[in-house]
Each structure stands twice: as structure tokens, then as C-alpha cells.
T-cell receptor, first 118, second 114 residues
Framework: AQSVTQPDIHITVSEGASLELRCNYS??????LFWYVQSPGQGLQLLLK??????LVQGIKGFEAEFKRSQSSFNLRKPSVHWSDAAEYFC????????????????FGKGTKLSVKP | KAGVTQTPRYLIKTRGQQVTLSCSPI?????VSWYQQTPGQGLQFLFE???????NKGNFPGRFSGRQFSNSRSEMNVSTLELGDSALYLC?????????????FGPGTRLLVL
């Protein structure tokens, strides 16, 4: 079955420290991969996406993610976290055309909530 | 270009009532998807509309329905509300749908059922 796993429900990091949020997926073909961020009470904002090509992708707000096919992973990283990065982060797999079905076109992980200590 | 808008932003209803939520996609986008977000279940797909036709449907009871108009605006309706329907309902739009496209999300409608 197609699925996305974010193993960490909640992570706390100190401001200025580096950050890595984990994402593993299960999908039968080369996936389209996304990271979204959600601030409290808000919708989801796209941070970055991977479709093909260079496996290291850059996004907004200084975030980057690396696609590792051998590990079925797409981890999100940031070298220095700011207090404004506190939010919930969602990894998602985009299914190929025609494969949406009851899961829709985007399969989301459960999210990782990031807290930032001053 | 204006983003995805959803109205109303907040709603309080009582059990047994029905509710209609509205979503206006980004101009030019023809695909609209709806999601329900709850703390326990996370983001769950409700349905997707494209060119006024429902293209995909999630595993929700028939009390949840939707439609799309010729201008791509979409509405979803929940009849006979239950306490468990309390959630943030998110709408997302994309040009033509499909997992290879970026979906742009609205701010959501927060529904509280008492």
C-alpha cells in the first residue's frame, strides 16, 4: 500500500541548531515528493518538492531535502533553525496520474511538530 | 494572483444540522481537492473535483458530499453533523490535478460541532 511515515511526532530544537525531519515513503514507482509546513490555525504552505533530477532540492525559508531512493527517504533539513520555524511539517507523496483513488493525489504523513527553544 | 480562499473561516453547529463550506481556487486552476484534518487522524482526503466532475473520493460516509461549479469554485456539504465531524477542512487547488502538480492550500474552515 502507498504510505508516508514521519517517525517523529514532536521534535524540540534550540534556536540556531540544525534540524532534520525524517520522512519515509512506500510507493511502487518513482514518487513525486513534497514537504509542506502548517502554522497553527493555518493552511499548508509548500516548502519544496522533488520530481526528478538532482536529488538535493532547495526550498523556501532556507530548507532543503534530499531524496534517497535506496532508503525510500526524503528528509528535510535546515542548518540553523529560527524561532519562526516552529510549526508542523508534513511530508507527502504525489501519486501518478490515474492512481489517486480513495487516497487522492497526495498521500500525507501524520506530521512532525517542531518546537524551538530560545 | 490571489490564493485559495475558503469561507467561512469558522463555524459552530450542533449535532444533526448540516453545513456548507465554500472554496475558491486560484484563478486558472480547475482541480479542487478537499481534506479533513483532525488531531487523531491527521490529513484525510475527502474528494477531488475537476471540470465539475468528482474524480476521486475518499473513504467517508455519504453524509459528506461536494460539487464544483463552472467557474471551478467548489462547495462541500456535510449533513446530519456528528461530534466527530469537528475538524479543520482544507481545500487545495491545482491546474489539472494529479500527483505531479503542486497543490495550493487555503487557510481552512474550522468546524466545531456541539
Amino acid at each position: 500500500a502507498q504510505s508516508v511515515t514521519q517517525p517523529d511526532i514532536h521534535i524540540t530544537v534550540s534556536e540556531g541548531a540544525s534540524l532534520e525531519l525524517r520522512c519515509n515513503y512506500s510507493y511502487g514507482a518513482t514518487p513525486y515528493l513534497f514537504w509542506y509546513v502548517q502554522s497553527p490555525g493555518q493552511g499548508l504552505q509548500l516548502l519544496l518538492k522533488y520530481f526528478s533530477g538532482d536529488t538535493l532540492v532547495q526550498g523556501i525559508k532556507g530548507f532543503e531535502a534530499e531524496f534517497k531512493r535506496s532508503q525510500s527517504s526524503f528528509n528535510l533539513r535546515k542548518p540553523s533553525v529560527h524561532w519562526s520555524d516552529a510549526a508542523e511539517y508534513f511530508c507527502a507523496v504525489g501519486v501518478h496520474p490515474g492512481g489517486g483513488g480513495s487516497q487522492g493525489n497526495l498521500i500525507f504523513g501524520k506530521g512532525t511538530k517542531l518546537s524551538v527553544k530560545p | 494572483k490571489a490564493g485559495v480562499t475558503q469561507t467561512p473561516r469558522y463555524l459552530i453547529k450542533t449535532r444533526g444540522q448540516q453545513v456548507t463550506l465554500s472554496c475558491s481556487p486560484i484563478s486558472g486552476h480547475r482541480s479542487v481537492s478537499w481534506y479533513q484534518q483532525t488531531p487523531g487522524q491527521g490529513l484525510q482526503f475527502l474528494f477531488e473535483y475537476f471540470s465539475e466532475t468528482q474524480r476521486n473520493k475518499g473513504n467517508f460516509p455519504g453524509r459528506f458530499s461536494g460539487r464544483q461549479f463552472s467557474n471551478s469554485r467548489s462547495e462541500m456539504n456535510v449533513s446530519t453533523l456528528e461530534l466527530g465531524d469537528s475538524a479543520l477542512y482544507l481545500c487545495a487547488s491545482s491546474l489539472a490535478g494529479g500527483g505531479q502538480e503542486t497543490q495550493y492550500f487555503g487557510p481552512g474552515t474550522r468546524l466545531l460541532v456541539l
